[in-house]
Every structure is written in structure tokens, then in C-alpha cells.
């Protein structure tokens, strides 16, 4: 079945960047929109970007838009989450999630749109 595996977490400093990646296995990437969202202790799950099955379009929450990036290659089945200008309002368990969905959809950047996530990695901003 479909999983995702999350990795490229890991501490860095304030103003910093990092890269997640998003494996993807049990399925044709190109055909699945992955979703990046992020939780930090004692808040909800939020949605951070989207990225269409072809990788043509992307939608991004307004908190880090202009600061993040998320692209995906298809024939290596991963999907990218670059994060540049951090902030220690970033800090967050990280998880990408595959959806039948549109990232144009209203929904799109909303939890329960999701079926299958990964296991999350964890992101820590030093300030």
C-alpha cells in the first residue's frame, strides 16, 4: 500500500535553511498531490504546502510563503519541502501527506483531506 517517509529534519539556527524529502512508495508518484503539513507542541496540525501531481502548481500558507518551496521528481518518487529564512516559529514535526484532492481546492491545505501520512520529522529553529 501507499506509504511516505519523511526525512531531512534536524536542528538548525535561526535564519537558516533545510530541506525535507518525502518518499513516496506503493504508488505512481506523478499521479498523487503531496501535501507538506507541520505540528508544534500543543497546537493543531497545520498546513503548510501543496504540490500538484505534475508539480505545475503549489499553494502555500501565508506564514511561510515567500520562505518556503516545495518541488517534487516524480521519477525518483520524492517530493521536496525547501525552507529557507527560518524562524523559531517553525519549529514543528514536519509530515507529508498524499491525497486525492486539488491543490486549487479550498481543502487543500486542511487535515482531513488526507488519508495516508508519514511519520513525521522534526524541525528545530534555535533562536
Known amino acids: 500500500q501507499l506509504q511516505l517517509v519523511e526525512s531531512g529534519g534536524g536542528l538548525v539556527q535561526f535564519g537558516g535553511s533545510l530541506r525535507l524529502s518525502c518518499t513516496v512508495s506503493g504508488y505512481t508518484l506523478r499521479y498523487t498531490v503531496i501535501s507538506w503539513f507541520r505540528q508544534a507542541p500543543g497546537k493543531e496540525r497545520e498546513g503548510v504546502s501543496c504540490?500538484?501531481?505534475?508539480?505545475?502548481?503549489?499553494k502555500y500558507a501565508d506564514s511561510v510563503q515567500g520562505r518556503f518551496t516545495t518541488s517534487r521528481n516524480n521519477a525518483k518518487n520524492t517530493v521536496y519541502l525547501q525552507m529557507n529564512s527560518l524562524k523559531a516559529e517553525d519549529t514543528a514535526v514536519y509530515y507529508c501527506?498524499?491525497?486525492?484532492?486539488?491543490?486549487?481546492?479550498?481543502?487543500?491545505?486542511?487535515?482531513?483531506?488526507?488519508?495516508?501520512w508519514g511519520q513525521g520529522t522534526q524541525v528545530t529553529v534555535s533562536s
Open positions: 501527506a498524499a491525497g486525492e484532492t486539488f491543490c486549487s481546492n479550498a481543502m487543500a491545505l486542511q487535515t482531513p483531506v488526507y488519508k495516508t
Open positions: 504540490i500538484s501531481e505534475d508539480g505545475r502548481l503549489t
